[in-house]
């Protein structure tokens, strides 16, 4: 079947540590997406990208770097400059023009 | 600039009806309508365009109003399975990101 995978499900993260988050997908989709949300709240863009080797920063992109190397892929990299990195990570993928966002299952980031 | 939702919790019993509605200062090409369960990735349910009609199934639809950038969530006869946040996610251009509001809470208790 068809789907978005997102791996770990749960992480931990020492002080200074840099720490990847793995996302793929099987939908043949364009664009993926990486988003934070914090309990309670809504999700807010850190990144997208709409082709492969290339991406846009979303409205909270700092302390965050993503590549996009293969379409199938798209890990996001929360580095030592993120300081309140605690959230849970959902990644996703739609077709570029127009379409619903499909969702992977989401990884929970925890600091030690 | 990230779209208004209301009310920002809802509590219904089994049976009863709600509206959510979503708000947008911008123009918007598209709104995009999400639910998610507790600790799970949101689900799509459905997508309105700009000068598209109503859009539903089952018990569950929306609209657009473009005049006022608006659009609403209908569930109707609620079951306890539709309970949890939805979401709406606004779209002011084809192939464009979407922003998506807080989220509104619905509990639907037996």
């Known amino acids: 079947d068809g789907g978005i995978t997102q791996s770990p499900k749960y992480l931990f993260r020492k002080e200074g540590q840099n720490v990847t988050l793995s996302c793929e997908q099987n939908?043949?989709?364009?664009?993926m997406y990486w988003y934070r949300q914090d309990p309670g709240q809504g999700l807010r863009l850190i990144y997208y990208?709409?082709?492969?080797?290339?991406?846009q920063k979303g409205d909270i992109a700092e302390g965050y770097s993503v590549s996009r190397e293969k379409k199938e892929s798209f890990p996001l990299t929360v580095t030592s400059a993120q300081k309140n990195p605690t959230a849970f990570y959902l990644c996703a993928s739609s077709n570029a023009h127009l379409g619903p966002q499909h969702f992977g299952d989401g990884t929970r980031l925890s600091i030690l | 600039q990230q779209p208004v939702q209301s009310p920002q919790a809802v509590i219904l019993r089994e049976g009863e009806d709600a509206v959510i509605n979503c708000s947008s200062s911008?123009?918007?090409?598209?709104v995009h309508w999400y639910r998610q369960k507790h600790g799970e990735a949101p689900v799509f349910l459905m997508i309105?365009?700009?000068?598209?009609e109503q859009k539903g199934h089952e018990k569950i639809s929306a609209s657009f109003n473009e005049k006022k950038q608006q659009s609403s969530l209908y569930l109707t006869a609620s079951q306890l399975s539709y309970s949890g946040t939805y979401f709406c996610?606004?779209?002011?251009?084809?192939?464009?990101?979407?922003?998506f509001g807080e989220g509104t809470q619905l509990t639907v208790n037996p």
């Open positions: 939908l043949n989709h364009d664009a």
């Open positions: 309105l365009l700009k000068g598209g």
């Open positions: 996610g606004t779209e002011i251009a084809s192939g464009s990101r979407l922003t």
């Open positions: 911008k123009a918007l090409y598209s």
């Open positions: 990208s709409q082709i492969v080797n290339d991406f």
